[in-house]
């Protein structure tokens, strides 16, 4: 009686494996460049005294998102590459590698872009959105109110050639995002503005913050602005 408990209780643990349903979805995490010593260096306050600032943040949050959601889950980054190029040649390193290096740990889809309306066209057809939508979708770099700013200060002193602006968030297909899917700015100011035209374009509520944020080494970003408040 006992050999046929345990046969059975094996063959009910077996079927629960095997029916276990696939990770379905795609998580994206964006990632913004930082800036460049040139621009930066005589500020009272100056950005990016380490060039990973947004890399490091992504991994912490890519750490998280395995935990929670497995090995097999389909996370992607889309990375402003040109950022990373040129604050390699301050850094003598080869940014580029590291990151590889990242990917490679963590089973990621790396995708590099520029010009920011290629991250709309990943949204739209980076997948099939009809089988694979978008669970979740994170942004960490240099951001205002109404703006991802993913070379500030790197072409420009505090201004930027690439950019993700409120304006054009109708562009993306709001069939690309899953039914109740998480999507948060870490960036500085996004929940002053562009959270609501994200959600009246996306359907998709995106958290983001009142005032500024700081990123950090070992934690995902924080508020730091007196009053500041994560909004979606």
């Known amino acids: 009686m006992k050999r046929l408990v345990l046969v059975f209780f094996l063959s009910v643990v077996a079927f629960s494996v095997q029916a276990a349903p696939p990770v379905d979805g795609e998580y994206i995490i964006l990632v913004g460049g930082p800036s460049m010593y040139q621009w930066e260096k005589y500020k009272a306050v100056p950005h990016d005294h380490w ?8 991994r912490l949050r890519t750490e998280q998102l395995r935990s ?22 301050q850094e003598h390193q080869d940014l580029i590698s590291l990151i590889g290096t990242v990917r490679d740990k963590f089973n990621i889809n790396l995708i590099w872009f520029g ?15 009809d089988q694979v939508k978008i669970v979740d979708f994170e942004y960490f770099g240099h951001s205002n109110r109404a703006c991802f700013m993913f070379d500030y200060s790197n072409n420009i002193d505090s201004a930027c050639k690439s950019w993700l602006h409120e304006n054009d968030l109708k562009q993306i297909n709001r069939r690309a995002f899953a039914r109740g899917a998480y999507v ?45 408040r994560w909004v979606n």
């Open 115 to 129: 010009p920011g309306h290629e991250v709309i066209d990943y949204l739209n057809k980076g997948q099939p959105r």
């Open 51 to 58: 060039w990973a600032n947004f890399v490091r943040a992504a």
């Open 68 to 89: 929670q959601a497995g090995p097999d889950a389909k996370i992607t980054w889309l990375i402003y590459k040109q950022g990373y190029e040129d604050r390699a040649k």
């Open 184 to 228: 948060k700015s870490w960036g500085c100011h996004t929940g002053e503005s562009m959270s609501k035209k994200w959600y009246a374009a996306t359907g998709a509520r995106m958290i983001g913050a009142i005032g500024k944020t700081q990123f950090m080494m070992e934690e995902l970003p924080i508020l730091v602005s007196e009053g500041g």
